[in-house]
T-cell receptor
Framework: AQSVTQLDSQVPVFEEAPVELRCNYS??????LFWYVQYPNQGLQLLLK??????LVKGINGFEAEFNKSQTSFHLRKPSVHISDTAEYFC???????????FGKGTRLHILP | KAGVTQTPRYLIKTRGQQVTLSCSPI?????VSWYQQTPGQGLQFLFE???????NKGNFPGRFSGRQFSNSRSEMNVSTLELGDSALYLC??????????FGEGSRLTVL
C-alpha cells in the first residue's frame, strides 16, 4: 500500500525568501503525485500534479515540484514566498491501480514579515 | 460553474446519535470521495464512490457508511457517534485522475 511522509509539520520562512516543503512516498507500483493547499477555513485545492513525463512540474502561484524516483521524493519549492502563501500544504499519492488518493499529514507554512 | 457543495457546514451532536452529511459534486463529475480531517491524524480517506458504486474504502469501522445517488450526489452517515468522531469531513469530486475538487467541509462536533 502507498503512504506519504511529510517530514516537517511546520516551516517558518521570511517573506521573499525561498522555501522547500519535503515529501517522501512509498509505493510498490508507479505513482501519481500531487500537492494540495488548504487556506484557513477552506477546503483543499490542487497546486500541481505529476502523472508522467517531465519530472519538474510547475503549478499555480509560482510553485513547482520535482519528482525523484530514486529518492522517492516529490519536494515542493517556491523561489520567493509571499504573505498570502500562509497555508497548510499536503502532499498526496495515488497508484495507477485505483483512484484512491492518500494524503500526508500536512506542513504548515508560516510566513514571517 | 458551481463548486462542490457540502451541507451542513457546522453541526453539534451528542454521543450515541447518528449524523448524515451531504455532498453535491461539480456537474459532470461522477466520482465522489470522502475524507476525515483531524489535527492529529491529518486527512484520512473514508471511501470513494463512482456511478453509485463504492470503488474504494479506507480503514474506518462499519459505523461509517456512504452512498451515491444516480445524480452523483453523495451522503455519508456515521452511527453511534463517539467523541473521537469530531472532525472536519471533506467531500471531493473528480473528473480525471487525481484532480480532486474539495468542498469547504462539514465540521462535526460530538459532545
Amino acid at each position: 500500500a502507498q503512504s506519504v511522509t511529510q517530514l516537517d509539520s511546520q516551516v517558518p520562512v521570511f517573506e521573499e525568501a525561498p522555501v522547500e516543503l519535503r515529501c517522501n512516498y512509498s509505493s510498490s507500483v508507479s505513482v501519481y503525485l500531487f500537492w494540495y493547499v488548504q487556506y484557513p477555513n477552506q477546503g483543499l485545492q490542487l497546486l500541481l500534479k505529476y502523472l508522467s513525463g517531465s519530472t519538474l512540474v510547475k503549478g499555480i502561484n509560482g510553485f513547482e515540484a520535482e519528482f525523484n524516483k530514486s529518492q522517492t521524493s516529490f519536494h515542493l519549492r517556491k523561489p520567493s514566498v509571499h504573505i498570502s502563501d500562509t497555508a497548510e500544504y499536503f502532499c498526496a499519492v495515488s497508484d495507477n491501480r485505483d483512484d484512491k488518493i492518500i494524503f500526508g499529514k500536512g506542513t504548515r507554512l508560516h510566513i514571517l514579515p | 460553474k458551481a463548486g462542490v457543495t457540502q451541507t451542513p457546514r457546522y453541526l453539534i451532536k451528542t454521543r450515541g446519535q447518528q449524523v448524515t452529511l451531504s455532498c453535491s459534486p461539480i456537474s459532470g463529475h461522477r466520482s465522489v470521495s470522502w475524507y476525515q480531517q483531524t489535527p492529529g491524524q491529518g486527512l484520512q480517506f473514508l471511501f470513494e464512490y463512482f456511478s453509485e458504486t463504492q470503488r474504494n474504502k479506507g480503514n474506518f469501522p462499519g459505523r461509517f457508511s456512504g452512498r451515491q445517488f444516480s445524480n452523483s450526489r453523495s451522503e455519508m452517515n456515521v452511527s453511534t457517534l463517539e467523541l473521537g468522531d469530531s472532525a472536519l469531513y471533506l467531500c471531493a469530486s473528480s473528473l480525471t485522475t487525481g484532480e480532486l475538487f474539495f468542498g469547504e467541509g462539514s465540521r462535526l462536533t460530538v459532545l
